[in-house]
């Protein structure tokens, strides 16, 4: 597109189910694998559009169960008009990173942009050249060196795909507030189901989820969390 041309680097124009810029590398086997970062592009004013028109909320959770953990939401401040005032538009865009978990990005233009994924280009080839990968289905088994298949992500992005309970409870689960994506897919690996969960929250009440242990450092998803999780059960708000 404009303002990306061949100083930034080789790169596809391919479509994406979700998300704007990704990054892939080969398996041993060849196969084409998908690296942990995903980024999500807007325009001050494509951002305005998205929450009146109700895209906002759809496209972070598709972006959040995407299988990628590393979500980068790249905001471009310049913008001619805009459907919303700046304070709304900003406020969304902090809720974004505190409570949804992403990283934030702001640049000016489309030419900053490029700068700022040439640079992210530059560190993951330095981070990942040479290195023995793995390719994975499973976006719950996957680690630094075994990563998704370009095929699977396709597919487990697919807006209107039928979706198994175990994705259903964990699209549900990442709406919560303090529970992260690494913290409910830990969670959908000890509680495959609503009923199974809603047992748990009968049985252990605030502390149903506390000691569920999530992510590559183990650490306990704790009382905060579980806490959020069983007051929205309580109330009804999660069903």
Same mark, same amino acid.
């Given at each position: 597109?404009?303002?990306?041309?061949?100083?930034? /680097? =080789?790169?596809?124009?391919?479509?994406?189910?979700?998300?704007?810029?990704?990054?892939?590398? +080969?398996?041993?086997?060849?196969?084409?694998?998908?690296?942990?970062?995903?980024?999500?592009?807007?325009?001050?004013?494509?951002?305005? +559009?998205?929450?009146?028109?109700? =895209? *906002?909320?759809?496209?972070?959770?598709?972006?959040?169960?995407?299988?990628?953990?590393?979500?980068?939401?790249?905001?471009?401040?310049?913008?001619?008009?805009?459907?919303?005032?700046?304070?709304?538009?900003?406020?969304?865009?902090?809720?974004?990173?505190?409570?949804?978990?992403?990283?934030?990005?702001?640049?000016?233009?489309?030419?900053?942009?490029?700068?700022?994924?040439?640079?992210?280009?530059?560190?993951?080839?330095?981070? *990942?050249?040479?290195?023995?990968?793995?390719?994975?289905? %499973?976006?719950?088994?996957?680690?630094?060196?075994?990563?998704?298949?370009?095929?699977? *992500?396709?597919?487990?992005?697919?807006? %209107?795909?039928?979706?198994?309970?175990?994705?259903?409870?964990?699209? +549900?689960?990442?709406?919560?507030?303090?529970?992260? +994506?690494?913290?409910?897919?830990?969670?959908?690996?000890?509680?495959?189901? *609503?009923?199974?969960?809603?047992?748990?929250?009968?049985?252990?009440?605030?502390?149903?989820?506390?000691?569920?242990?999530? /992510?590559?450092?183990?650490?306990?998803? /704790?009382?905060?969390?579980?806490?959020?999780?069983?007051?929205?059960?309580?109330?009804?708000?999660?069903?």
């Amino acid at each position: 597109s404009s303002g990306i041309n061949a100083e930034y /680097g =080789r790169y596809d124009v391919r479509k994406l189910q979700v998300g704007d810029f990704l990054w892939t590398a +080969q398996a041993d086997d060849g196969t084409e694998l998908v690296l942990d970062y995903v980024v999500e592009r807007k325009r001050m004013d494509d951002l305005a +559009q998205s929450i009146t028109g109700g =895209r *906002f909320i759809e496209q972070k959770m598709r972006l959040k169960t995407c299988g990628l953990s590393r979500r980068i939401y790249l905001v471009e401040t310049k913008a001619s008009y805009m459907s919303l005032p700046e304070a709304s538009l900003n406020q969304a865009i902090v809720n974004t990173q505190v409570c949804d978990g992403f990283t934030i990005k702001r640049t000016a233009d489309l030419r900053e942009t490029a700068a700022y994924l040439t640079l992210l280009t530059r560190m993951l080839t330095n981070r *990942f050249s040479g290195r023995s990968l793995e390719g994975v289905d %499973n976006p719950l088994v996957t680690t630094e060196t075994r990563l998704l298949t370009f095929g699977s *992500f396709s597919t487990n992005s697919v807006k %209107n795909r039928v979706l198994c309970t175990r994705e259903v409870l964990l699209k +549900q689960l990442v709406r919560v507030p303090k529970i992260s +994506q690494d913290k409910a897919e830990a969670i959908v690996q000890e509680i495959p189901t *609503f009923s199974v969960l809603l047992k748990c929250h009968e049985t252990k009440g605030e502390d149903m989820v506390s000691g569920i242990k999530f /992510g590559l450092s183990q650490r306990k998803i /704790g009382i905060a969390a579980s806490r959020s999780l069983a007051g929205l059960l309580g109330n009804g708000a999660l069903k």
